[in-house]
């Protein structure tokens, strides 16, 4: 088992710590006069986010552990999920409506598709965004001679190509998120 | 139109469409299409606890919606890790 | 006039979620069936999670509600695909097959190499 270092330790925690926050409505009470902080409430969620750390930072955090509180790389992220990924989202959703009401034929298959992202992260990342997008599950990550694939279930194999497959699946997504994760 | 009266019809439709699912549970040729049809109708009837949360103007449904997501979720990976042998 | 605006978001997500369940219901094989669901766990959360907030901000100005939804649906976000492939995955290993062939099936010959 990974020892847990402290760097992760600590990103660990305030991200634990938002959270209880966001949860518990404490950050409303910045807004609202009305609803004072609460002592209690914020020291229990002290003790308990230093515990969660403890045990669970090892599993989060394995590579940089300050990048999630980079300002650059945030509004980055914000822009992908907002702007880039909800428009793949919305496309992906219409033709998916489309297959069901038999607009479109369905002609589903496995392909294989090439990335050269590097970080864990992104590759996970591309991988979730994939499976997001209706019509399109990644099925499994394998490396073989220093190359990632996925296997990725497609509704409407229009090519079986590695290439062509991997651009028409990830479309303007994995320039994005390499660019998020560089 | 009232909005309550609104939000109450459409959480009927979302549960409307969770019982057309239970057809897909009983019937599912295979145990993957059981699991898939039980999570998506958690999904649904989260959707209608949101939507009764509106209608009612009280956020006690939100916790409880919140905590279905995370039993579903949690279920859901066991079925799987249970299937894959691993458990 | 906020009001038509929530109804339109809740509007498109029953839409998709019908689109969903029709697509489940359909659909001839476990892995489309899989598909179908991921539209409802996508657009058919996100449409009533975003008129709820909208509501609850301009409405009822709750904004510990608002917080809380947005919660529930950043977690539909970041779980949904998790599962889905944890489920595809375990159904291919335990050898789930559609009945009519796939037109091109990769991983299972790349499983039969390993083998």
Not at chain 1, 79 to 92: G, R, S, T
Not at chain 1, 95 to 103: A, D, E, H, P
Not at chain 1, 112 to 132: G, P
Not at chain 3, 48 to 67: F, T
């Amino acid at each position: 088992m990974k020892k847990t270092k402290f760097s992760a330790f600590l990103s660990t925690t305030v991200v634990c710590y938002l959270f209880w926050l966001l949860l518990t409505g404490q950050l409303v009470a910045l807004i609202q006069p009305n609803n004072p902080f609460s002592a209690q409430v914020l020291i229990a969620g002290a003790i308990v986010s230093v515990l969660t750390a403890l045990f669970s930072a090892r599993f989060f955090v394995h590579e940089k552990a300050f990048w999630f509180f980079n300002p650059i790389k945030l509004i980055l992220l914000a822009v992908y999920c907002l702007i880039i990924f909800m428009w793949e989202l919305i496309k992906a959703n219409v033709s998916m409506f489309c297959y069901v009401f038999g607009l479109k034929k369905t002609n589903p298959g496995i392909v294989k598709v090439e990335t050269d992202l590097e970080s864990e992260y992104a590759q996970s990342m591309l991988a979730n965004s994939i499976t997001l997008t209706p019509g399109t599950i990644t099925m499994d990550i394998a490396e073989s001679k220093g190359k990632t694939y996925y296997y990725i279930h497609w509704i409407d194999v229009s090519t079986q190509d590695m290439k062509e497959a991997g651009d028409s699946i990830k479309g303007t997504m994995e320039k994005w998120i390499r660019r998020i994760w560089r | 139109m009232e909005a309550a009266n609104v939000f109450t019809f459409s959480a009927i439709c979302f549960v409307v469409l969770a019982l057309l699912l239970v057809y897909r549970l009983i019937k599912g040729p295979s145990v993957v299409d059981r699991a898939v049809a039980a999570d998506s109708i958690d999904i649904l009837a989260d959707m209608a606890l949101v939507l009764f949360a509106l209608a009612s103007k009280r956020s006690i449904y939100l916790d409880i919606a919140l905590v279905t997501a995370v039993l579903g979720f949690v279920g859901s990976v066991m079925v799987s890790r249970y299937l894959e042998g691993r458990l | 006039m906020m009001d038509y605006v929530i109804y339109a978001f809740i509007a498109v997500s029953l839409i998709f979620a019908l689109t969903g369940v029709v697509g489940m219901l359909r659909f001839k094989d476990s892995y489309s069936r899989m598909q179908a669901s991921t539209c409802i766990s996508t657009l058919g959360v996100l449409g009533v999670i975003i008129g709820a907030i909208i509501y609850s901000v301009a409405e009822l100005s709750d904004i510990s509600m608002a917080v809380k939804l947005g919660v529930l649906g950043l977690f539909y976000i970041v779980t949904s695909p998790i599962s889905g492939h944890a489920i595809a995955k375990a159904a291919y290993r335990r050898g789930v097959r559609p009945e009519k062939k796939m037109k091109c099936d990769k991983y299972g010959e790349d499983l039969e190499d390993d083998n």
